[in-house]
């Protein structure tokens, strides 16, 4: 058990206290981030003259030494030392002697670990954007091959009218995008640096806290030093943002799933994205998926522990805050391994469009632009409605789609039918003449189509 704080102790910590305190199992996790954040400070404790200037090369040569060992297997990470932060500077000690003892100065674990914490964290708000805007280039390019692929749009998950496939996708797209439109605001937000802060009230040294916020590439120092070591709000946000998307890859998997089904068929989940049954040899299940939607439960649990650990706290720093990283590292991972999932799992997707169009035939999706279509000839809405709504009862009798019908049957529910009702009424005819801002009628989708890949040009502005 080695410590940084025996001297004012008599004696040993009770193994099981140590275990329950110690956090070196998972804050390992951020050892790169430690050492970014020590070499930082210990640049500027040489730039103000805080330590010397040999010292601080020292510091760095050591400290750079224990990443390299550390990356190339010769320096074990072990749970003799209590958390990361200790067992880097015990090492440190080791390698470089008394000069070591000197890293800590002006600073306190409870600014580090909310530095390394936030430099972590900044990292995956990067990376879970990265894996968002691939997803939303494989989104954008089945729209652009499928503006013709016709299929139903529901309510209530009943037949309503037609759409496309593209822009049944394009819902998904805006989602998708108004996700990462958040973390981008996350990200600006929560990038100032706490390092300088302290336990909780600064420090007497002659820290130059915007030279460490520059080093780190922060827009500069946090301006509290009590709020800077007991701030969680930015992982709070992002866990709030990773359970959204967890939310729209738990919907988009919802549909899949159903679209998969042996009673829909209309797409057929890749043989590499599904799994089979040791019991019933017929079986192809959507297992992705649905663990996709299964495990949006654990992103949502990590959001609201971190939020009730925050409730009580009260200023500055309590150990309650270490609280803040085991279920959080498991949601960032769960969301990264989704995003990445689906996306796999849609770009090898097939869509059966014959299948989707019939449905779309059969299911009467084209009974407002009937109804319309009689309004067009004179007929008030409601006797419009009325009559169409006949229409439909008589083709269920049939089993068949109004557009199957001759125009005799037509006339006999109301004589106002004419030839053109066929042209009219046609799925094309129904998407097409769609054409307000934001419907699936084709002209109006390759207008949005235009302005979402000028989203992706300037993603990163
Ligand atoms: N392991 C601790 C955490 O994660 C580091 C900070 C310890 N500070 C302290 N005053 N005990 O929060």
């Not at 899949?256 to 797409?267: K, Q, T």
């Not at 990445?340 to 869509?351: E, N, P, R, V």
Request: with cysteine.
């Amino acid at each position: 058990m080695a410590q940084l704080w025996g001297g004012r102790f008599t004696k040993e910590t009770d193994k099981l206290v140590y275990q329950f305190n110690a956090s070196i199992s998972f804050d390992q996790r951020f050892f790169k981030q430690d050492i970014e954040g020590s070499l930082a400070h210990v640049r500027m404790l040489g730039k103000q003259q805080i330590i010397t200037t040999k010292e601080m090369e020292d510091i760095i040569e050591g400290l750079q030494g224990i990443q390299q060992d550390v990356e190339n297997g010769s320096l074990q990470i072990t749970d003799e030392y209590e958390d990361i932060h200790s067992f880097v500077e015990a090492n440190l000690i080791d390698r470089i002697g008394d000069a070591g003892k000197k890293l800590h100065t002006g600073r306190s674990r409870n600014d580090q670990v909310a530095l390394d914490m936030r430099l972590y964290t900044r990292g995956e708000v990067l990376e879970v954007r990265e894996l968002i805007k691939h997803l939303l280039t494989t989104i954008l390019s089945i729209m652009e091959q499928n503006l013709d692929t016709y299929m139903p749009g529901f309510t209530h998950l009943q037949k309503a009218q037609p759409v496309t496939l593209a822009h049944h996708f394009g819902a998904y797209f805006e989602m998708f995008k108004r996700d990462s439109q958040r973390l981008h605001d996350i990200y600006k937000r929560m990038n100032y640096c706490p390092l300088g802060a302290g336990a909780l009230a600064g420090t007497t040294y002659p820290l130059d806290r915007d030279y460490t916020a520059e080093l780190l590439q922060f827009y500069g120092p946090t301006l509290n030093s009590m709020d800077s070591v007991s701030d969680r709000d930015y992982l709070i946000e992002f866990l709030s943002a990773l359970s959204t998307i967890m939310m729209h890859l738990s919907r988009f998997s919802e549909e899949i799933i159903i679209w998969n089904s042996n009673e829909y068929r209309f797409v057929e989940i890749d043989d590499a994205f599904s799994t089979g049954s040791s019991i019933m040899p017929q079986k192809k299940n959507p297992d992705i998926a649905e663990l996709v939607r299964g495990k949006t439960g654990r992103v949502y649990g990590a959001l609201v522990s971190l939020l009730t650990t925050m409730k009580g706290i009260p200023l500055a720093y309590n150990k309650d805050m270490q609280e803040d990283k085991e279920l959080t590292f498991d949601a960032f991972d769960t969301a990264k391994g989704c995003l990445h999932l689906i996306d796999g799992m849609l770009a090898t997707m097939k869509f059966r469009k014959e299948v989707m169009e019939k449905s779309a035939m059969m299911g009467f999706t084209n009974a407002t632009d009937a109804a319309d279509y009689l309004v067009g000839k004179g007929v008030p809405f409601r006797d419009a409605h009325s009559i169409i709504g006949r229409l439909v009862l008589y083709c269920i009798d049939k089993n068949s789609s109004i557009d199957a019908l001759s125009l005799d049957e037509l006339k006999t529910i109301s004589p106002v039918f004419e030839q053109d009702v066929y042209d009219a009424i046609s799925l094309e005819t129904c998407v097409s003449k769609r054409l307000t801002v934001g419907a699936p009628g084709q002209e109006a989708m390759q207008k949005v189509i235009a302005l979402e890949k000028d989203f992706l040009a300037n993603y990163d502005k």
